[in-house]
């Protein structure tokens, strides 16, 4: 069964930067693009960044470009969230999410999540 | 950016009830619209897709509906464990991926 689950997050303190983790199993990873999606406490969801399935495309939310990176490992089948100049409000739980990045997508598969506190 | 809105923000029913949510999109997405079910501490689920399409193995009491901007999710009858929030999200024009603000369902 598919199986994706995250690791990395902790306590960071403003400006300081975090590498989240995504390791996946039960599924071809090489061919399916990848999300993360994060929601701060009590409140709703937030996609924050894509990439394709082999890594030429990728897209940020307003909120975090120019501050985070997503990459991925093929041949570890492995998703990367690089957390760079981090801000009170990234404060959330981050998700890993298996879905599609061209027409009509579902996000069909998440993680458990893994929460980042950024606090001082 | 398209704006997802959802209504009502939060609603109290009992069980047995039929529940209806609505999300309304800020300008036309056709039909790609998903629902997703988030229990509380868990990892949100996809419920529906294309709006109408029913995920496999997702009990046949959920049912969707609806095109363009207007949208609806229907418990036809409210089980105790459809205690949680329901998130609508488009995927029409993307990115970004965006979902509305939440509906969260008490149980009566």
């Known amino acids: 069964q598919v199986q994706l689950v995250e690791s990395g997050g902790g306590v960071v303190q403003p400006g300081r930067s975090l590498r989240l983790s995504c390791a996946a199993s039960g599924f071809t990873f090489s061919t399916y693009g990848m999300h993360w999606v994060r929601q701060a406490p009590g409140k709703g969801l937030e996609w924050v960044a894509a990439?394709?399935?082999?890594?030429?495309?990728?897209y940020y939310a307003a909120s975090v470009k120019g501050r985070f990176t997503i990459s991925r490992d093929n041949s570890k089948n492995t998703l990367y969230l690089q957390m760079n100049s981090l801000r009170t409000e990234d404060t959330a739980v981050y998700y890993c999410v298996e879905g599609g990045l061209v027409g009509p997508t579902t996000f069909d598969y998440w993680g458990q999540g893994t929460l980042v506190t950024v606090s001082s | 950016d398209i704006q997802m809105t959802q209504s009502p923000s939060s609603l109290s029913a009992f069980v047995g009830d039929r529940v209806t949510i609505t999300c309304r999109a800020s300008?036309?997405?056709?039909?790609?619209l998903n629902w997703y079910q988030q229990r509380p501490g868990k990892a949100p689920k996809i419920l529906i897709y294309a709006a109408s399409s029913l995920k496999s193995g997702v009990p046949s009491r959920f049912s969707g509906s609806g095109s363009g901007t207007y949208f609806t999710l229907t418990i036809s009858s409210l089980q105790p464990e459809d205690f949680a929030t329901y998130y609508c999200?488009?995927?029409?024009?993307?990115?970004?991926?965006?979902f509305g603000q939440g509906t969260k369902v008490e149980i009566k």
């Open positions: 990439i394709s399935y082999d890594g030429s495309n990728k």
């Open positions: 999200q488009q995927s029409y024009s993307t990115p970004p991926w965006t």
């Open positions: 300008q036309t997405i056709r039909t790609s």
